[in-house]
């Protein structure tokens, strides 16, 4: 008898352990395909969707990397997001004030075997525009998206842009590092951008300034727009370089759209930065969109104008 209710006793937990392994892999399966859900078709309609009912957030997080969500991902064969802007929680839009169309050609472009061209990274990820935080969630507007945006609008010129995806603020606080250091912070990751691929022809550093809203906006074509500069470090054996590539940029800008640029801010001395990473390449540029007033509908609309324009100097025409 009493092996009998031992066997019972042994049938009894396999059962629960097998109850168990299947839910656990049906929370799995679930999972891979919600997260890898392709909800919007660019980044640019993504951030539009989110305007429509000032959503302003993004998920800088990644997926969860753990051995399981791996093998289900191979064994799915999921197409992964286009980029960390649509890699988000499900949200619901009002379409019908969405005045904004998506350019089929968008999604054509990003399949081209293209190699790329661009790199672009923000050293101070933590620059915000105006906009309310969504409810829940600590992230407003800020240049990380507007690097996105600028990475679609480059696609539509044929260019393939790469943006930094690491996290400046945790490589920070892992290395006790104050804010002050996020240039060294930026250095590390770009090196490894710079020797895992060395042919980029332009390598960009997006900011924000910190200036007041009637100095850092400007109407062009009936739209509010976020004005930019530059930025180039004199001490530093790139300047000349650096220089020679930025006053090149503005002036196709200012050419086209003369009240759109505050020029190039050159900057060295004992109370100044003097290099911004430009050491590393010849072709880095630092550019300011905008200011802490600015919302990022000005920004994008900035992006909208001044993409075609580096989009002709990155293919020489």
């Given at each position: 008898m009493q092996k009998i209710k031992l066997k019972k006793k042994r049938k009894f937990k396999f059962r629960l352990i097998a109850y168990a392994f299947i839910m656990f892999l049906g929370y799995e399966l679930s999972f891979n395909v919600i997260?890898?859900?392709?909800?919007?078709?660019?980044?640019?309609?993504f951030v539009k969707a989110l305007l429509v009912?000032?959503?302003?957030?993004?998920?800088?997080?990644?997926?969860?990397?753990?051995?399981?969500?791996?093998?289900?991902?191979?064994?799915?064969?999921?197409?992964k997001p286009?980029?960390?802007?649509?890699?988000t929680l499900h949200f619901q839009a009002n379409t019908q004030n969405m005045t904004y169309v998506t350019n089929p050609q968008l999604e054509e472009v990003k399949k081209l075997n293209i190699k790329p061209t661009v790199y672009i990274y923000n050293t101070h990820q933590t620059e915000e525009y105006q906009g309310s935080a969504l409810q829940g969630y600590n992230i407003k507007p800020g240049v990380m998206m507007a690097s996105y945006i600028l990475q679609d609008k480059l696609a539509l010129q044929n260019i393939k842009a790469d943006v930094m995806e690491d996290n400046i603020t945790d490589y920070l606080n892992l290395n006790n590092m104050k804010y002050s250091k996020s240039y060294q912070a930026s250095r590390v990751f770009?090196?490894?951008?710079?020797?895992?691929?060395?042919?980029?022809?332009?390598?960009i550093d997006l900011h924000r300034d910190a200036l007041t809203?009637?100095?850092?906006?400007?109407?062009?074509n009936n739209r509010s727009c976020a004005k930019i500069s530059f930025v180039v470090g004199e001490e530093h054996k790139n300047y000349n370089a650096n220089l020679q590539v930025t006053n090149t940029i503005n002036d196709k800008i200012k050419q086209k759209y003369p009240t759109l640029t505050r020029g190039v801010i050159t900057k060295g001395g004992e109370d100044s930065n003097g290099i911004y990473n430009q050491d590393l390449?010849?072709?880095?540029?630092?550019?300011?969109?905008?200011?802490?007033?600015?919302?990022?509908?000005?920004?994008?609309?900035?992006?909208?104008?001044?993409?075609?324009?580096?989009?002709?100097?990155?293919?020489?025409?």
């Amino acid at each position: 008898m009493q092996k009998i209710k031992l066997k019972k006793k042994r049938k009894f937990k396999f059962r629960l352990i097998a109850y168990a392994f299947i839910m656990f892999l049906g929370y799995e399966l679930s999972f891979n395909v919600i997260m890898n859900l392709k909800l919007v078709n660019s980044n640019e309609e993504f951030v539009k969707a989110l305007l429509v009912d000032s959503n302003y957030h993004l998920l800088y997080e990644k997926k969860a990397s753990d051995i399981f969500t791996k093998l289900f991902s191979k064994i799915l064969d999921v197409n992964k997001p286009v980029s960390i802007l649509e890699n988000t929680l499900h949200f619901q839009a009002n379409t019908q004030n969405m005045t904004y169309v998506t350019n089929p050609q968008l999604e054509e472009v990003k399949k081209l075997n293209i190699k790329p061209t661009v790199y672009i990274y923000n050293t101070h990820q933590t620059e915000e525009y105006q906009g309310s935080a969504l409810q829940g969630y600590n992230i407003k507007p800020g240049v990380m998206m507007a690097s996105y945006i600028l990475q679609d609008k480059l696609a539509l010129q044929n260019i393939k842009a790469d943006v930094m995806e690491d996290n400046i603020t945790d490589y920070l606080n892992l290395n006790n590092m104050k804010y002050s250091k996020s240039y060294q912070a930026s250095r590390v990751f770009l090196q490894n951008a710079l020797n895992k691929y060395k042919n980029y022809k332009l390598i960009i550093d997006l900011h924000r300034d910190a200036l007041t809203k009637d100095k850092s906006t400007v109407i062009i074509n009936n739209r509010s727009c976020a004005k930019i500069s530059f930025v180039v470090g004199e001490e530093h054996k790139n300047y000349n370089a650096n220089l020679q590539v930025t006053n090149t940029i503005n002036d196709k800008i200012k050419q086209k759209y003369p009240t759109l640029t505050r020029g190039v801010i050159t900057k060295g001395g004992e109370d100044s930065n003097g290099i911004y990473n430009q050491d590393l390449n010849p072709n880095i540029i630092l550019i300011e969109i905008g200011g802490q007033e600015n919302t990022i509908d000005e920004v994008l609309n900035t992006i909208e104008l001044i993409a075609p324009i580096i989009g002709q100097y990155v293919n020489g025409s």
